[in-house]
């Protein structure tokens, strides 16, 4: 293994002699430097392949270093600060530092950095291999489209990738936020470590902080063993929050610790232990809204949403429908051991119909329409036709004295209902009228509903039970 080069650069004699022993052995030789002119010095007369900077120098901040990107052209850079920070986090993304550690500097953190070392030049040249797939087939790692919104989403996934900062994925119900998070993971540094995917809407409220943090012995009754969390088990690697605003807000406020601290207790534990691993989130309620909704932290959505993704509906791109059928029917044909081929009729039919279910409905589209044709060809018989109407916007103004959302149909479309809500009414209210009158509309097909509404249909059942449990119903 071909060795690697390291430059400190901290004007604390102690701490860098410190770290100077712990980086050195079979993978690196070490230099060091207590100011920026002997960081740049030294960097003239040996190219590092890392460097763990110092934010604060004597002649500086370390930050300064990266005012001449030919100089660190090809090192990964990690950061030392006495502080984790959000302005960190931003401005170490901006300047394309791959990490930071925080003083103290633990052996584990620090340990945890020099496993996951890979130089930028490595990297690049996996996107540039990713972006000629893109350019021949049509796929970006586990992504399928050529569309326009589909490359300024694989320009974000490759930016970010390389950094260990947060990441917060939104859009709607069958949109591919797992898959966006999988592809953020295989580009990082972390690709070698778990990736652990957590849908909060899909465990128990009363299991859910366990299931995270994990457990000791006796912490509960039937805790017989100790247990370790999704923290400890996607340790070093990449933690996935999907359907995070359905996370119960006292946990939510245990999150924002972590986030904030790097570490975490497991229930009935007095100890703390590290966090190492990157957190990326995925809602697929508009965050703001789910803030003025009681159902997301305002601290710490700012916290999660360092850099936001925003993944496009499938409407939005059309066009990639085709691939995206080809794709996914060559993988049935390869499971089933047949081949079939859809018609032009069949992908005419798929490019115009209006995906309410986005990717996660084309894939059962054509998942039924494989089992339903009877030759070699996949016509268009039983695939979905036409496309749902859309609920019409609710007019600029309503009656001030108006006390609940009225609902009340269009002169124009009589058969579409459309929600009304006087200025005043709660997010919270809004929502339930909007979710009310598509159940109505969709004749209480819940399924039909969930995909009309963009979410998913385990968290339409849990609004329903939230408003069964109210004892009242909007008209």
């Known amino acids: 293994?071909?060795?690697?080069?390291a430059l400190i650069v901290d004007d604390d004699l102690d701490s860098a002699m410190t770290l100077?022993?712990?980086?050195?052995?079979?993978?690196?030789?070490?230099?060091v430097a207590?100011?920026?002119?002997?960081?740049?010095?030294?960097i003239a007369m040996q190219q590092p392949d890392l460097v763990l900077l110092d934010l604060?120098?004597?002649?500086?901040?370390?930050?300064?270093?990266?005012?001449?990107p030919q100089l660190i052209a090809n090192s990964e850079i990690v950061l030392i600060t006495g502080h984790a920070s959000l302005d960190t986090s931003i401005e170490a993304l901006r300047l394309g530092a791959a990490d930071y550690l925080v003083k103290p500097i633990a052996l584990r953190q620090l340990e945890g950095v020099l496993a996951r070392f890979m130089k930028p030049s490595a990297l690049k040249a996996e996107v540039e291999t990713l972006n000629a797939d893109l350019a021949s087939r049509g796929r970006f790692g586990h992504l399928w489209g050529q569309s326009a919104p589909m490359l300024r989403v694989y320009e974000q996934i490759s930016r970010v990738a390389g950094t260990a900062v947060t990441v917060f994925i939104t859009g709607e119900s069958g949109t591919g936020k797992e898959v966006?998070?999988?592809?953020?993971?295989?580009?990082?540094?972390?690709?070698?470590?778990?990736?652990?995917?957590?849908n909060c809407g899909a465990i128990s409220p009363n299991l859910i902080e366990s299931e995270i943090f994990g457990h000791e012995k006796g912490a509960f009754t039937g805790a017989d063993r100790q247990h370790l969390g999704f923290f400890e088990r996607a340790n070093g690697g990449t933690l996935f929050l999907d359907e995070i605003t359905e996370m119960p807000l006292e946990l939510q406020v245990k999150l924002l610790r972590v986030l904030e601290t790097g570490r975490f207790m497991r229930v009935g534990s007095t100890v703390s232990q590290e966090a190492d691993v990157r957190i990326i989130a995925a809602t697929n309620r508009p965050p703001y809204q789910a803030v003025a909704a009681g159902k997301l932290r305002e601290d710490l959505l700012y916290r999660l949403n360092v850099f936001p993704i925003e993944l496009p509906p499938l409407r939005e791109r059309l066009s990639?429908?085709?691939?995206?059928?080809?794709?996914?029917?060559?993988?049935i044909n390869e499971q089933e051991g047949r081949r079939?081929?859809?018609?032009?009729?069949?992908?005419?039919?798929?490019?115009?119909?209006?995906?309410?279910?986005?990717?996660?409905?084309?894939?059962?589209?054509?998942q039924r329409a494989y089992v339903m044709a009877e030759g070699e060809l996949i016509d268009d018989q039983w695939l979905p036709r036409g496309g749902p109407a859309p609920v019409a916007p609710a007019p600029a103004a309503a009656p001030a004295a108006a006390a609940t959302p009225e609902l009340r149909p269009p002169t124009s479309v009589p058969q579409i209902e459309v929600v009304t809500l006087p200025i005043g009414t709660s997010m919270a209210q809004a929502e339930r009228a909007l979710i009310e009158a598509t159940l109505r509309h969709y004749k209480h097909q819940k399924e039909r509903t969930a995909a009309v509404l963009g979410i998913s249909l385990k968290t339409l059942y849990n609004r329903l039970k939230e408003y069964a449990a109210d004892g009242e119903t909007l008209p």
Do not use: C, I
């Open 1 to 5: 293994m071909p060795m690697h080069h």
């Open 20 to 31: 100077r022993e712990l980086v050195a052995g079979e993978r690196f030789t070490v230099a």
């Open 34 to 42: 207590h100011t920026l002119r002997d960081a740049r010095r030294q």
């Open 56 to 68: 604060k120098l004597p002649d500086g901040s370390g930050m300064d270093l990266f005012a001449d």
């Open 180 to 198: 966006v998070a999988q592809s953020v993971h295989d580009l990082s540094r972390r690709r070698q470590r778990p990736f652990l995917a957590v």
């Open 320 to 331: 990639d429908v085709g691939l995206l059928a080809q794709h996914f029917l060559e993988g």
């Open 340 to 366: 079939r081929q859809l018609s032009p009729e069949a992908l005419e039919r798929l490019a115009t119909y209006h995906w309410p279910g986005n990717v996660r409905e084309l894939r059962n589209a054509v």
